[in-house]
């Protein structure tokens, strides 16, 4: 959700917006919008699951293993808000059928490699393809809807990223287990299809009434490059060591990117980040609780993926449905925090969720076996969940309506980030494990001490970060 929507509560038109209300297309609409984020949705945990399989089958290294999951999510995130400001100058749906025009051909790309680098090629099409059609989807939706029925899209639309997580992780090993990896990414190719020759009869073209955002390219591509960075240093620690020139140069280079962004966001006349609003505590709270409990749960799932295959000797389906409990986990953790939060606030949920978070990963840190992993990331998706609707009810509880956008596309994307840098620095810890080349568990047990000791650190932060006062119930996030 990005700029485009910050127009959307006040809407465009008593008129026009009651003849939208009653357009019998609209909940058809939704179904085939919903489907097209499903899948975006999916694509992270359907591919981890995968994971070793690819390696196996392509000869991946370790480095690349990463990259499979951080592209996308780096992609994703890193020009999410700037296909919400493409929406906004070229229209929603054409930018929406552009992405999934995009995500569809590259997933093909991707089912078809032969190689680290088509994959990757693949990966980083999906990456684009989604950061143009998630923003422009829900943009859609909230000026197809009006009143209680929008609340309800916005219903559907948010549950459809803890369901895309639990069906993703049995998608996954019953599609590697049996077809073959390919198909974890062949699957999108006839739904996107479908979505795509159906989209023009049940969404009409909108013309733009409100005043054209500036897209802002450089923003865009500094803070992505700067980002990819990061990830690349944060991977290379994993070969070379922390102190090493190949780790420091990248992760010097990023800081200067950013630093560099910061600077072009304080003087570009349409900035792609209103770094005004990122400074409000309530915001800046949330996106760090963002940025780590995503990168809390994603690492979860990459490294126990590894662990239970390689370590463990379980097959892919054997794993998908090992990891369905931790999908399920985090609906219900999302559930209890939104009734919760109307009688705490997130001051008080946020930290209680990455608590269990912390707790949670400890577990297979001092644990080994399947047990200890299953139950203990379970726990710490229950408690990431709730962290997930604490950080977005934190990051727009004390903004106007013509900044929820702004905020909620914040949120958005430091969830992606959060994913891709999880996983980077995971992997670098884990190294042996993830490659194959030995079973020591040693390093997955320190991987799980820092995700644990990030939680619990944060949890603190928490408390520091997030302004007292309570929330109405039942918010919950409409991000995925």
Known sequence: MNSHTDHAGTGTGTGRAAAQAADPRRWRALTLLGAA??????????????????????????????????AYTLLFGGLMLFGGRLADLFGARRVAMTGLATFTAASLVAGLSVSAEMLLVGRVGQGIGAA????????????????DERTKALGVWGALGGTGAAVGVLLGGVLTAGPGWPWVFYVNVPVGLVVLAALP???????????????????????????????????????????????????????????????LQRTTASPLMDMRLLARRSVAAGTVLMLVATG??????????????????????????????????????????????GHLGP????????????????????WPGATA???????????????????????????????????????????????????????????TGITGTGHDPVGFAAAFTVTSA?????????LL????????????????
């Open 347 to 366: 001051r008080a949920v946020a930290p209680l969720g990455l608590a269990v978070a912390a707790a949670g990963s400890a577990a297979p840190a001092i």
């Open 37 to 70: 984020q499903f899948m975006l949705v999916l694509d992270v945990t359907v591919v981890a699951v995968a994971l070793p399989e690819i390696g196996v089958d392509l000869g991946l290294d370790r480095a690349a293993l990463t990259w499979v999951v951080s």
């Open 296 to 341: 809390v749960l994603v690492s979860g799932f990459f490294l126990g993926s590894f662990y239970l295959q390689h370590t463990l000797g379980f097959d892919a389906l054997t794993t998908g449905l090992m990891f369905l409990p931790v999908a399920v986990a985090t609906i219900i953790g999302a559930q209890f925090s939104s009734r919760l939060l």
């Open 201 to 263: 009869f049940t969404v009409a073209p909108r013309r733009d009434e409100h005043p054209r955002a500036r897209i802002d390219v450089p923003g865009a591509l500094t803070v992505t490059a700067a980002t990819g960075l990061l990830i690349y240093g944060l991977i290379n620690a994993g070969d070379h060591g922390v102190t090493a020139v190949t780790t420091l140069g990248p992760l010097a280079g990023a800081v200067l990117l950013y630093t560099g962004f910061v600077l």
């Open 132 to 147: 143009l059609l998630s923003p422009a989807a829900l943009a859609l939706i909230i000026v197809t809807f009006r009143g």
């Open 454 to 462: 990030a939680a619990a650190v944060t949890a603190g932060l928490a």
């Open 465 to 480: 970060l997030v302004p007292a006062g309570t929330s109405p119930a039942g918010a919950r996030p409409h991000a995925h």
């Open 373 to 431: 992993l299953v139950v203990g990331i379970s726990v710490a998706a229950l408690g990431v969940g709730a962290t997930f609707v604490a950080a977005f009810t934190s990051a727009t509880a004390q903004v106007d309506d013509r900044e929820a956008g702004l905020a909620s596309g914040l949120i958005n994307t430091f969830h992606e980030l959060g994913g891709a840098i999880g996983v980077a620095v995971v992997s670098s810890i884990a190294a």
